[in-house]
C-alpha cells in the first residue's frame, strides 16, 4: 500500500516534529547539567526576579534581587527594606519564573564588589540596620562604615557596638544609602 503525496507530507511533517521536540529536549538537559548556583544568581539578579531564599538558619527571605557581588547578594523586600545575605548563608532559591538555567560560562560577576564592598557602599550613617550571623543579631542605628567594620549605636543610645563585617551573613536596612 503506497501513500499519497499528502499522506507523505504529513507524515514528514510529524516525524519533523517529533525530532525539533527531541532537540530542544536534548538542549534543556544539557543547559541544566551545566546550570551553576552563581550563574543562577546572576540570572535571577538580570532578570531583576522576585524570589524567596531559604538561609542556613532556616529562614526564608522574600525579596527582588538587585545586585550580586563576588559572594553576596542584594535584594529589595515589598517594604523598601535592603537585604544583603552572604552567598554562603543561602541554601535554597524558590522562584515561579520560567525556568532559568545559568551555566558557568554565564556572567557571574567576578568582578562584582566582594561583601565588605556591599556592605560599605548599602549602608549610611543614620540608618537603622540589622545584622546577624547564625542565632546572633544585634540592631542599631549605624554610626559608621569602615572598611570591615559598622558601628552601630544600640537602642539606648550610648552603646556602641563594633561589628566585624567579615563575620556577617545577613544585613537588613530600612532603605538603602543614599
Do not use: K, Q
Not at 500500500?1 to 530542544?24: H, N
Not at 552567598?87 to 561583601?115: M, Q, Y
Amino acid at each position: 500500500m503506497s501513500t499519497t503525496g499528502a499522506e507523505g507530507d504529513s507524515e514528514r511533517r510529524v516525524i519533523d516534529a517529533a525530532r525539533e521536540r527531541r532537540s530542544a529536549r536534548i538542549e534543556r538537559d544539557e543547559a541544566a547539567a551545566e546550570t551553576s548556583f552563581c550563574g543562577l544568581l546572576s540570572a535571577l539578579v538580570e532578570r531583576r526576579e522576585r524570589v524567596t531564599l531559604l538561609t542556613d538558619v532556616g529562614d526564608t527571605v522574600a525579596l527582588t534581587l538587585v545586585a550580586l557581588g563576588r559572594d553576596g547578594v542584594v535584594g529589595r523586600r515589598d517594604d523598601t527594606a535592603l537585604v544583603l545575605l552572604h552567598a554562603d548563608a543561602i541554601l535554597a532559591i524558590t522562584s515561579e519564573a520560567a525556568r532559568v538555567h545559568a551555566s558557568n560560562t554565564a556572567p557571574t560577576n567576578d568582578s562584582g564588589p566582594p561583601w565588605s564592598e556591599l556592605v560599605a557602599t548599602s549602608l549610611a550613617a543614620g540608618m537603622n540596620a540589622t545584622v546577624r550571623r547564625g542565632a546572633v543579631t544585634i540592631a542599631g542605628e549605624v554610626e559608621s562604615v569602615g572598611r570591615d567594620v559598622v558601628t552601630l549605636v544600640r537602642s539606648d543610645g550610648r552603646t556602641r557596638c563594633y561589628v566585624s563585617v567579615a563575620s556577617l551573613t545577613e544585613v537588613v536596612s530600612d532603605s538603602p544609602a543614599s
